[in-house]
């Protein structure tokens, strides 16, 4: 009997068993000459009933031996069946379909089609293109259907070559005019970004069919070319072609990137009006257009009408409220989610990176490992910018070593993260590393690597990566020269600064920005070429701004010109009157040249403006958190502790031979006033803190909001001789390592 034939091993539910009894009974009574019948159906061949509720090799295998021991097995449609569940079923085997395939004596266009199928429907196009020649080889010639199955295959660039050689014998075989052919080539020209062809395919075509419009707007949106997804469904709605629910997706997405209103209202009227049906990917959608165009009323209405609401839908709301700034209402949704994916939380961490919440950045993120929600590549490359924000080496280390431990995705955009947080901690060394074990670099890699040497004052280091780059075959850009002027800046490189000035629209046709003439001001003011500089600035073809009037400015100060100082400050406050750093600045400005009457009809437009001094702010990591200092603060739970070690410090430095340096300072107080003030600042607290906590010998990292004083600086200069500490401070314009007794900016800042 049927049943004591199958292997025991394996398992086939009752139901399967039954049916199989109760075919093979019948087959056994059907005469022998339906063989012969080759258009079987399950009236003249009930075998074929077998295939029905086939859903495991385990179980096709079974029906295969009992068609073979019931005299079926040279029957070409049973073949077809085997073959078509190994191509098309989830559950198949090509290996199987090939070794069915092979004993068939004559396979007609049917079987080849389904063989090229179910190897491009696995992925294995060079598996397709054999079956294909061979199908020619044994002269059958395809048809309508074999060209879609064996151009699926190909949506790679490497695979972009063999498919324009298939292109080609669409063409010969008379099939370039088919619309199955034409739709299945713009697919494959799409996915492998070629929309150019694809567009030429597109346009020879008839366009009366919906899927060859959104096989086109979609495989613009892959493109990232928005604008013509939008042209395209415009045209549509001229043609008199009725958009689907994958038009609309496409479409409003596109309208999402674009910010695009008016053209999504369009695109919803079709589901209002009735003419394409509600769904729930349709509804996200919706949400998240109407959400990123700022009208969040809209798409809280439909977000509140919904009948069913998956992540998705919430995480569209919470990223409405973060592009309209509302980071407080964002959280407020995003706590209320019922599920939440590693989406939902990248789209909020993002929302803190966003608004420079990036302590929050930190917090989120170990939120997020509590709920055992696996980051992705997006999400790490989100937390290393937040700790690159704040000089956390030590975050940025473990976040590396989860990186590797949960082996996420360490693409190119997470190497370059990595690059960017190292330098932004003071760690060239390491960023090195990173930078030497990728396997692939892009522009963006070879920019972060010099700006990175040039913020840390290694000049050389940074011109050196330039010079690797151009070898590289890489092309610079704007952001690369910046990076360039910043090293020639730093280290006060002048004649190299102004040949690669010279340079960038010379040799790589890139015209300089606001930003590389602000670079060039920046350059010769520190090197007290203050004519030059604001020569410069006359000759600019663009409006200077706030950036490059405030380099000439912060030369004044370095060099005491006074009289280029208040030229200078009358600019910027005619472009930024509420800048109060400018105000500041300036009071420094006429302290160190000793003009008290000036400064004090300074201060005395600060008050009646009502401006205010921004405060001095300083951050130091300490075991994974982040500590925050004031000036003047007493805030922080060891503040008695920090003080006293302040007070040690400064008694220390003292009987070394330290003086305070009170020039800088823009109260007319007394000197003893002046000092206690100055003591009182933010990385003077977070040195004493970081002298309490780490261990002797650890590097002390802090990260301040301005620029560092010059008190502050020869302070700190001290500290890393006395107590055998390397500091590092990187402060609004730069970082300074501090080692016995001398900082890499060398007194130039």
């Avoid at 960017?420 to 892009?442: L, S, W």
């Avoid at 070690?645 to 020039?663: F, H, I, Q, R, V």
Wanted: overall charge positive; aromatic content about 10%.
């Amino acid at each position: 009997m049927l049943l004591s034939i199958l292997p025991k091993t394996h398992f086939l539910h009752s139901s399967f068993k039954k049916k199989m009894v109760t075919i093979v009974a019948s087959v056994s009574r059907t005469k022998i000459c339906s063989l012969t019948h080759l258009h079987s159906s399950p009236e003249t061949n009930p075998s074929l009933f077998l295939f029905e509720n086939c859903n495991s090799m385990d179980q096709l295998k079974q029906i295969h031996s009992q068609i073979i021991q019931k005299g079926l097995g040279f029957d070409p449609v049973l073949h077809s069946k085997i073959i078509a569940f190994c191509c098309t079923n989830n559950a198949g085997c090509m290996n199987y379909a090939h070794y069915v395939f092979d004993r068939i004596p004559e396979p007609n266009v049917y079987i080849w089609n389904t063989m090229i199928k179910g190897y491009s429907r696995i992925n294995c196009p060079n598996d397709a293109v054999s079956m294909y020649k061979e199908m020619l080889e044994k002269n059958v010639k395809p048809d309508n259907y074999t060209f879609p199955f064996l151009l699926k295959g190909y949506t790679s660039d490497v695979a972009l070559h063999c498919g324009k050689l298939v292109h080609a014998h669409v063409c010969k075989f008379g099939f370039d005019s088919n619309l199955f052919v034409q739709n299945a080539l713009m697919c494959m020209y799409s996915l492998s970004g070629e929309m150019d062809i694809a567009r030429g395919v597109f346009d020879t075509s008839l366009k009366t069919d919906v899927v060859t419009w959104n096989v086109m707007i979609s495989g613009y949106n892959k493109s990232k070319l928005f604008d013509e997804s939008r042209k395209l469904f415009n045209a549509m709605g001229k043609k008199g072609v009725l958009p689907t629910s994958v038009t609309l997706v496409s479409v409003l997405s596109a309208c999402s990137k674009l910010k695009d209103l008016d053209t999504g209202k369009r695109a919803h009227q079709y589901i209002i009006g009735g003419k394409v049906d509600h769904s729930l990917i349709l509804e996200n959608t919706l949400i998240d257009m109407y959400a990123a165009c700022g009208a969040m009323d809209v798409a809280l209405r439909i977000f509140g009408s919904m009948k069913k609401r998956d992540f998705i839908s919430w995480t569209a709301i919470v990223k409405g409220f973060v592009n309209s700034g509302q980071i407080d209402l964002a959280r407020e949704y995003f706590d209320q989610m019922p599920e939440r994916d590693s989406v939902s939380w990248t789209a909020m961490i993002d929302g803190y990176l966003r608004y420079n919440k990036f302590k929050e950045v930190l917090i989120l993120f170990r939120e997020m490992q509590t709920e055992k929600v696996k980051p992705d590549e997006f999400t790490m490359v989100s937390v290393l910018t937040a700790c690159a924000q704040l000089g956390a080496l030590e975050a940025g280390e473990w976040v590396k070593a989860y990186i590797e431990k949960n082996q996420v995705k360490n693409d190119i955009y997470v190497a370059n993260a990595l690059i960017d947080m190292y330098f932004k901690c003071g760690n060239a060394e390491k960023a090195v590393v990173v930078f030497e074990k990728m396997a692939r670099r892009d522009k963006f890699t070879w920019t972060a690597m010099i700006v990175g040497f040039a913020i840390n004052g290694q000049g050389k280091e940074a011109l050196q990566m330039f010079y690797d780059m151009l070898r590289a075959s890489i092309a610079p850009d704007g952001v690369t020269y910046i990076g360039v002027l910043c090293a020639c800046t730093h280290t006060g490189m002048i004649n190299e600064g102004r040949k690669f000035f010279s340079s960038m629209t010379l040799d790589h046709g890139i015209e300089p920005s606001v930003a590389h003439y602000g670079c060039m001001v920046d350059l010769l003011g520190r090197a007290g070429h203050l004519t030059e500089a604001h020569d410069v600035i006359k000759k600019m073809p663009m409006e200077p701004n706030s950036i490059v009037w405030g380099a000439l400015f912060g030369a004044c100060r370095v060099h005491k010109n006074v009289e280029m100082a208040e030229l200078t400050a009358k600019q910027l406050l005619q472009l930024e009157p509420g800048n109060g750093a400018v105000y500041v600045l300036l009071c420094n400005i006429y302290a160190v040249c000793s003009k008290w009457e000036n400064l004090r009809e300074v201060r005395k437009m600060m008050m009646d403006r009502g401006i205010k001094k921004t405060p001095g702010c300083s951050l130091i990591e300490m075991n994974g958190t982040v500590h925050e200092f004031v000036a003047g603060d007493q805030s922080h739970p060891q503040s008695k502790e920090i003080y006293s070690k302040l007070e040690e410090m400064m008694e220390d430095l003292k009987l070394a031979g330290y003086l305070c340096n009170t020039s800088e300072q823009s109260l007319d107080i007394g000197e003893e006033e002046k000092e206690n003030a100055l003591n009182r600042h933010s990385e003077k607290l977070a040195i004493a803190f970081g002298l309490i906590r780490k261990e002797p010998g650890v590097t002390i990292r802090i990260v301040k909001n301005l620029r560092i004083c010059v008190d502050c600086h020869h302070v700190v200069k001290l500290v890393s001789r006395m107590y055998n500490r390397e500091v590092i401070v990187r402060d609004r314009t730069r970082f300074h390592h501090f080692r016995d007794g001398s900082c890499s900016c060398k007194d130039y800042w």
